[in-house]
């Protein structure tokens, strides 16, 4: 199994920012796109963000130029670097990776608790 484990959440003011991470551990025996997913009280969940092993990265619409994903393979890590948060972008943020526990284990999704950003004056 894969575990992924979040951190860096917490209030913040409009205009502020935040870093995330997001570090997978466990059985691992390769990991494909990692990426980050928001859910806002009364919405379903979304996608923030995501990038592939090699690097090529795609953003939602709304943090475009304000959000920037990176991360390290050798850590087995993503990160989020938040900017310029707005009151809308509070929301739990959950961390996703699409990864492989073994060599001839299926592909699948696996999903982080959670963190809470809240962004408010």
């Known amino acids: 199994q894969v575990q992924l484990v979040e951190s860096g959440g917490g209030l913040v003011q409009p205009g502020g920012s935040l870093s995330l991470s997001c570090a997978a551990s466990g059985s691992i025996f390769s990991i494909r796109t990692m990426g980050w997913y928001r859910q806002a009280p009364g919405k379903q969940r979304e996608l923030v963000a995501t990038?592939?092993?090699?690097?090529?990265?795609n953003y939602a619409d709304s943090v475009k130029g304000r959000f920037t994903i990176s991360r390290d393979n050798a850590k087995n890590t993503v990160y989020l670097q938040t900017n310029s948060l707005k009151p809308e972008d509070t929301a739990v943020y959950y961390c996703?990776?699409?990864?492989?526990?073994?060599?001839?284990?299926?592909?699948?999704?696996?999903w982080g608790q959670g963190t809470q950003v809240t962004v408010s004056s």
């Open positions: 996703n990776a699409q990864a492989k526990a073994s060599m001839t284990g299926q592909l699948r999704d696996y």
């Open positions: 990038i592939t092993r090699g690097g090529s990265t």
